[in-house]
């Protein structure tokens, strides 16, 4: 299965600043997925990065908020934008693997806006 | 919109006794993947098991197994011999109809007791 690096792994920002969160995957992926984990919630999909073309979106999450970028297939940054208290949650990213392995993802960064 | 559900937000059990942790969901796909992660306080998410939906066989990971009732559309975790180690949030997975996008259950809180 793919080993991925996810940086930073935590962080204490302004209100009002931006934040880019970067995955870096150690092999080619089509598809790679950002999820927003709020305190003592589950994960959420925020979107679906996919190299060559623009993210898709999922509903409450918009481009704006949340831009993505996809430079290859091995690497893609998430930037949390205009940061509010309540942006404070863990961000992860996935990759899909065959289904024998299940989905892999980064360690996660945590996210603290004061 | 698809759905996983676990009615156990938190659950208890004693050091190297058997405890099983519900799952249900929503589907109209006839081949699908389910999976269980398990979330440790390191908030890095680790897959513990998954299960083909097109094989009857019931998965085994060692001290981990799942009873999968694929008309009724459950998929429990059972954890045998449960260890210190196996304390943190448990997480049932399902990837979204004629998607790879993985939808998530609310997870369960599992304490090891010693």
């Known amino acids: 299965s793919a080993v991925i690096s996810q940086k930073p792994s935590r962080d204490i920002c302004q209100r009002g600043t931006s934040l880019t969160i970067q995955c870096q995957v150690d092999?080619?992926?089509?598809?790679m997925f950002w999820y927003r984990q709020q305190p003592g919630q589950s994960l959420t999909l925020i979107a679906t990065?996919?190299?060559?073309?623009?993210?898709?979106?999922e509903s409450g999450f918009v481009i704006d908020k949340f831009p993505i970028s996809r430079p290859n297939l091995t690497f893609s940054t998430l930037t949390v934008s205009n940061m509010s208290p309540e942006d404070s949650s863990i961000y992860l990213c996935?990759?899909?693997?065959?289904?024998?392995?299940?989905?892999?993802f980064g360690s996660g960064t945590r996210l603290t806006v004061v | 919109a698809q759905t996983v559900t676990q009615s156990q937000p938190e659950m208890s059990v004693q050091e190297a006794e058997t405890v099983t942790l519900s799952c249900t969901y929503d589907?109209?796909?006839?081949?699908?993947?389910l999976f269980w992660y398990k979330q440790p306080p390191s908030r890095q998410m680790i897959l513990v098991i998954r299960?083909?939906?097109?094989?009857?066989q019931n998965a085994t990971e060692n001290r981990f197994s799942v009873n999968f009732q694929k008309a009724a559309k459950s998929f429990s975790l059972k954890i045998s011999d449960s260890q210190l180690g196996d304390t943190a949030m448990y997480f049932c997975a399902h990837p979204q109809g004629g998607s790879e996008k993985l939808v998530f259950g609310k997870g369960t809180k599992l304490t090891v007791n010693p």
């Open positions: 299960q083909e939906a097109y094989k009857q």
């Open positions: 092999s080619q992926v089509t598809m």
């Open positions: 990065a996919n190299q060559g073309s623009e993210a898709t979106y």
């Open positions: 996935s990759v899909p693997g065959q289904a024998l392995y299940g989905y892999t």
């Open positions: 589907t109209s796909e006839n081949n699908y993947y």
